[in-house]
């Protein structure tokens, strides 16, 4: 065997550390550039890089799903059935002051009274048209005739009949509302109370879509991390594993770096796991024109930015919770219970009253044996000796609005929090942003200082995990904080009204 030269041994150790650095170059050039080169969301570029296939599929922006539920979400279009149901029911209380056609006639055989034992018989008839005014007034107008031995309390006519007209008017019992009128009315107020019921519904569904929106987008970004940590260490061990065959490194390093490719595999699967979750809760959201639930976004259907977040001022807070109180259909509903209550009210004490009826009708009786104007009026008078059913309902209308009054407070002072809360929840948000923006970035520069001592030999391959999987959980915690930020600006839009 040859003898080494002097001089020899340093030359080879000088060519070892000089491969040991080509290695760390490579894994620089290859790996780390492209992951710093990675944007997160605040920088407007795409945080995790899509499959080539997914690079044609649509994207899925959020007004674009919003949209969709608006348009085709069973739960709001059931509501949207209320509304058109609430209508129908205002149509049918409307139809109690529809006119009416009526027809009557019969023939009747009797002993008469006159002449006991003898057979008296007579015909009748009787048609007329009614119209019941919202007043309380009752206009009837017709014809009879009534032939024969009419019995009482029919009134003979001549043989082409009778001709009336008659008015009922009452004056104070039930001249101004009565149980007809009071049901319209708030059949009418129905309408506008289902309108707001549906406006809640919308606006439940919208932040709820919103909220699954953009926990499927941060699943998504928190994937494309998860995929570039397994990259980086799959890259890894196959230099260590070089390393070690070359005998610059120990075996142990190479079970090191085999341990971190596992337990990356891992973080990679559940946070597959994680999208898959949020997509299917996204897909609920999510329906076709004609009932059907629409296809599962992919990842690729993830927007590729998102605008960086901003911090609300006390003048767009106070414009917020102006909106509020003017917009929100839980205040419009409350005022609208107040008026169908109103009604109740109006009519229970309209019952406390005495009746007195008018009716008047002045007629022609016509044909042989006739005997030409007619005439029937009368007047009736009701008292009740006592007034419990008007009292209780009025007692109860009366406590109803305290009630409503109560509730209108407590829910003013609700939606004022609300939206108190979302906007502290947006700039609290905001600074957490800002600040893992910076942990961000300091993670990256000691992941970079870390991987620089290893390559001097300075430092372990453990170490080196460890602060790659520290700026991983960095970027996935950025990510996290932007999609909470968008929550609770989708949280200001619900209270505000403003979807």
């Known amino acids: 065997m040859r003898r080494m030269e002097p001089g020899e041994g340093s030359k080879a150790r000088a060519w070892v550390h000089t491969a040991r650095l080509c290695i760390i170059a490579l894994i620089v050039a290859h790996i780390v550039a492209p992951i710093v080169a990675v944007a997160e969301p605040q920088s407007g570029r795409r945080p995790d890089a899509p499959q080539p296939q997914q690079q044609q599929l649509p994207v899925l922006v959020l ?19 209320n509304r058109r149901a609430a209508s129908a029911k205002r149509l049918e209380k409307q139809g109690a002051f529809d006119p009416v056609l009526s027809f009557g006639g019969g023939f009747l055989q009797y002993n008469s009274t006159s002449a006991p ?5 007579t015909t009748v008839s009787e048609f007329s048209a009614d119209w019941l005014t919202r007043s309380g007034m009752k206009f009837s107008a017709g014809t009879r005739l009534n032939r024969g031995n009419v019995k009482s309390p029919l009134s003979f006519t001549g043989s082409t009949g009778e001709y009336f007209a008659e008015i009922r008017i009452p004056f104070l019992r039930g001249a101004r509302i009565n149980e007809k009128l009071a049901a319209e009315r708030q059949a009418l107020l129905g309408e506008p109370l289902a309108d707001t019921e549906y406006s809640e519904t919308r606006l439940d569904l919208l ?26 260490a799959k890259f890894r061990a196959e230099a260590v594993a070089e390393r070690a065959r070359a005998g610059d490194l120990p075996q142990i390093d190479t079970v090191e770096a085999d341990l971190e490719v596992q337990r990356r595999q891992g973080m990679l699967v559940k946070a597959d796991r994680d999208l898959q979750k949020a997509a299917f809760k996204l897909s609920l959201f999510m329906w076709t024109p004609v009932g059907l639930p629409a296809p599962i976004p992919q990842p690729g259907n993830a927007p590729a930015s998102t605008p960086p977040p ?9 414009a917020g919770q102006r909106l ?31 009746g007195i009826d008018l009716t008047f009708g002045p007629g ?50 609700r939606i004022l929090t609300e939206v108190n809360d979302a ?77």
């Open 310 to 318: 901003v911090l609300f001022t006390d003048d767009r807070a106070v």
């Open 423 to 499: 906007v502290s929840a947006i700039n609290t948000t905001y600074e957490r942003f800002r600040a893992a923006e910076e942990e961000v970035r300091l993670a990256r520069l000691l992941e970079e200082g870390e991987r620089t001592r290893f390559a001097l030999g300075d430092s372990t391959l453990f170490l080196v995990n460890q602060r790659e999987r520290a700026t991983a959980e960095a970027r996935v915690k950025l990510i996290e904080i932007q999609a909470e930020y968008e929550q609770a600006v989708a949280a200001f839009r619900a209270a505000t009204v403003q979807f």
């Open 117 to 121: 034992g003898k057979l008296s018989s």
């Open 63 to 81: 007004d674009e799903l919003l949209a969709q539920v608006e348009a085709w979400h069973p739960k709001l279009r059931g509501a949207d059935v």
């Open 364 to 413: 022609r009786d016509t044909g042989e044996n006739s005997i030409g104007y007619t005439l029937k009026a009368g007047l009736t008078f009701t008292l009740p000796l006592r007034q419990r059913t008007a009292d209780g309902r009025i007692a109860a209308a009366s406590l109803k609005l305290q009630k409503l009054e109560l509730d209108l407070a407590n829910e003013r002072l």
């Open 207 to 232: 932040l709820k879509a919103s909220n699954a929106y953009w926990d499927w987008v941060a699943a998504g970004r928190a994937l494309g991390v998860a995929r570039d940590l397994l990259d980086l």
């Open 324 to 354: 509020a109180l003017e917009r929100r259909p839980e205040v419009r509903a409350i005022g609208i219970e107040q008026q169908i209550t109103d009604v109740d009210l109006d009519l229970a004490r309209n019952q406390r009253l005495p």
